[in-house]
């Protein structure tokens, strides 16, 4: 990152000044106090160093019109999306394989036309950008865009969607069943058995009956066992659009009623296409690198380097 090496031989620099250089020497106990003292204010000086010109020029031309005007360089916002995406107690060949996944769908999306306020701002990444430069482990997530520079997943030679989740139900779906369309025939169903042993891979939710209008009744499910049509009363509605009204992880779910009240079992967290976070996860905890990761859960896809 920019201007870190300059910053670390001016602290390094205070250090003997302030110490001398016989006890800076002698005493590196006394060095480490200071360097932690001292490390959030490196990285505010960092900070200002990157974003002072920005807010400069956001002042007089307003901040959307600075960044859908900046010419984007992927590798220089990417760490603060990946940062947004997964959590940094993730082993790093998970953390690799999330930074393939997001630069790939970062390349898909420029190709679309979309600038970098709208990518940042459909992420969710603006407001993580404070939050990213404040983390005491956001390292790694430059690390991992570096090991992984330029790695795209494609499909016939493009760069196509390229779906994560936090953990399945124990098998992932499969994108032409969950987004009902052809296109996506390339996300294929993967096992993924090891997301069972989560703690929170089961959570029963209560809805008592008196908050629908009609009796709820599950119609049917895909091949990984994600609810696809249920129905309310006489309504019919879709599995995903459910799970997200109502408030679940996932609408991989069973459901039983007792006593005026549904108690609904739900299995996994997300749409469940594509990659698992946890599953990936368990396999790095196993040797598993970042490569094998990203084949299992994307067997149709091409890892390639983009230039």
Same mark, same amino acid.
């Given at each position: 990152?920019?201007?870190?090496?300059?910053?670390?031989?001016?602290?390094?620099? /205070?250090?003997?000044?302030?110490?001398?250089?016989?006890?800076?020497?002698?005493?590196?106990?006394?060095?480490?106090?200071?360097?932690?003292?001292?490390?959030?204010?490196?990285?505010?000086?960092?900070?200002?160093?990157?974003?002072?010109?920005?807010?400069?020029?956001?002042?007089?031309?307003?901040?959307?019109?600075?960044?859908? *005007?900046?010419?984007?360089?992927?590798?220089?916002?990417?760490?603060?999306?990946?940062?947004?995406?997964?959590?940094?107690?993730?082993?790093?060949?998970?953390?690799?394989?999330?930074?393939?996944?997001?630069?790939? +769908?970062?390349?898909?999306?420029?190709? *679309?036309?979309?600038?970098?306020?709208?990518?940042?701002?459909?992420?969710?990444? /603006?407001?993580?950008?404070?939050? @990213?430069?404040?983390?005491?482990?956001?390292?790694?997530?430059?690390?991992?865009?570096? *090991?992984?520079?330029?790695?795209?997943?494609?499909?016939?030679?493009?760069?196509?969607?390229?779906?994560?989740?936090?953990?399945?139900?124990?098998?992932?779906r499969s994108g032409e069943e969950a987004f009902h369309d052809e296109a996506?025939?390339?996300?294929?169903?993967?096992?993924?058995?090891?997301?069972?042993?989560?703690?929170?891979?089961?959570?029963?939710?209560?809805?008592?009956?008196?908050?629908?209008?009609?009796?709820?009744?599950?119609?049917?499910?895909?091949?990984?066992? @994600?609810?696809?049509?249920?129905?309310?009363?006489?309504?019919?509605?879709?599995?995903?659009?459910?799970?997200?009204?109502?408030?679940?992880?996932?609408?991989?779910?069973?459901?039983?009623?007792?006593?005026?009240?549904? @108690?609904?079992r739900v299995r996994g967290s997300g749409h469940g296409v594509g990659f698992?976070?946890?599953?990936?996860?368990?396999?790095?905890? +196993?040797?598993?690198?970042? *490569?094998?990761?990203?084949?299992?859960?994307?067997?149709?896809?091409?890892?390639?380097?983009?230039?």
């Amino acid at each position: 990152m920019f201007g870190i090496t300059f910053f670390d031989a001016l602290i390094h620099r /205070t250090a003997i000044i302030i110490f001398g250089k016989r006890t800076y020497i002698r005493k590196k106990n006394a060095y480490g106090v200071f360097m932690k003292k001292y490390a959030l204010l490196r990285y505010c000086l960092v900070f200002l160093a990157i974003v002072l010109p920005y807010f400069s020029a956001a002042t007089i031309n307003g901040p959307e019109r600075v960044l859908a *005007e900046r010419v984007p360089d992927m590798e220089e916002y990417l760490p603060v999306i990946v940062f947004s995406q997964i959590s940094p107690n993730m082993k790093k060949e998970t953390i690799k394989a999330q930074t393939v996944i997001a630069r790939s +769908n970062i390349q898909r999306w420029l190709g *679309e036309g979309k600038n970098l306020a709208e990518i940042l701002r459909e992420n969710g990444s /603006t407001e993580e950008v404070w939050r @990213y430069f404040f983390a005491e482990k956001r390292q790694i997530y430059e690390q991992a865009a570096k *090991e992984t520079d330029g790695q795209v997943l494609t499909y016939e030679e493009k760069v196509r969607l390229t779906p994560w989740h936090k953990r399945s139900a124990g098998k992932t779906r499969s994108g032409e069943e969950a987004f009902h369309d052809e296109a996506y025939t390339y996300l294929k169903s993967a096992d993924s058995s090891e997301d069972k042993k989560s703690p929170d891979h089961k959570k029963i939710v209560e809805i008592p009956a008196g908050q629908l209008s009609g009796e709820l009744k599950i119609k049917k499910r895909d091949s990984a066992g @994600y609810v696809t049509e249920l129905t309310i009363g006489e309504t019919l509605l879709e599995g995903e659009s459910f799970a997200a009204g109502m408030g679940l992880e996932s609408a991989n779910f069973s459901l039983k009623k007792k006593d005026d009240i549904y @108690y609904l079992r739900v299995r996994g967290s997300g749409h469940g296409v594509g990659f698992s976070q946890f599953g990936g996860n368990e396999m790095a905890k +196993n040797g598993s690198s970042a *490569e094998e990761i990203l084949k299992k859960y994307f067997p149709e896809m091409e890892l390639k380097a983009e230039d």
